[in-house]
């Protein structure tokens, strides 16, 4: 069966660092892949989206990896503020039709 | 209106009740998706609207678990007979068209005594 794995519950981490998360799945081809951001009591929030072609994809302090060959992508937060405490979920899907499948997320905490 | 919105924002109810809840999508959105996320858990998927219908309700976990979308905008899940189980934050996502981002409202935190 399918199954998505994210790295750990919970991180936390100094601010000014680079927080690191992982997404590993399973069973899956994805076409893509999406991270999106929760706080609490709050739906999730898209960040990036990366496609099967892409190795990596930028946007402003974010970065995310995308390796079908590992079937892993990993989710950079460079110089991190304590704003960015929040859970971070990867949705990998393998294509547009089909229903969006959560991680359990991962809690980042950012310490100032 | 500015995004999705849903109603109530907490609902408790007596097992065995039935309970109603409701999502308004962002104007225009062809698509809409109803999610239930236990505590811990990430967003489980129920069911899809494209337009009027759903084009995949594989994530109901059983007939208990009804949702309509009549005029293909405002939806409504409809849960019978509610079971302690059934406790959970359900959301709310639309998207201008399938396949494309979705957009969350902030979910109903639905409590079965």
């Known amino acids: 069966s399918q199954k998505i794995e994210q790295n750990s519950e919970a991180l936390n981490i100094q601010e000014g660092k680079t927080a690191t998360l992982t997404c590993n799945y399973t069973n899956y081809s994805p076409a893509y892949l999406q991270w999106y951001r929760q706080d609490p009591g709050r739906g999730p929030v898209f960040l990036l989206l990366?496609?099967?072609?892409?190795k990596e994809k930028r946007k402003e302090r974010l970065k995310v990896t995308f390796d079908t060959t590992l079937k892993q992508s990993l989710f950079h937060i460079t110089a991190s503020q304590p704003a960015d405490s929040a859970t971070y979920l990867c949705?990998?899907?393998?294509?547009?039709?089909?229903?969006?499948?959560f991680g359990k997320g991962t809690r980042l905490s950012v310490i100032a | 209106g500015a995004g999705v919105s849903q109603t109530p924002s907490n609902k408790v109810t007596e097992k065995g009740k039935y309970v109603e809840l409701r999502c308004d999508p962002i104007?225009?959105?062809?698509?809409l998706y109803w999610y239930r996320q236990s505590l811990g858990q990430g967003p489980e998927f129920l069911i899809y609207f494209q337009g009027t219908g759903a084009a995949d309700d594989s994530g109901l976990p059983n007939d208990r678990f009804f949702a309509v979308r009549p005029e293909g905008s405002v939806s409504t899940l409809k849960i019978q007979r509610t079971e302690r189980g059934d406790s959970a934050v359900y959301l709310c996502a639309s998207s201008l068209l399938a396949g494309e981002t979705q957009y969350f409202g902030p979910g109903t935190r639905l409590l079965v005594l």
């Open positions: 990366i496609r099967e072609n892409e």
């Open positions: 949705a990998p899907r393998n294509s547009g039709n089909t229903p969006l499948v």
């Open positions: 104007s225009g959105h062809t698509a």
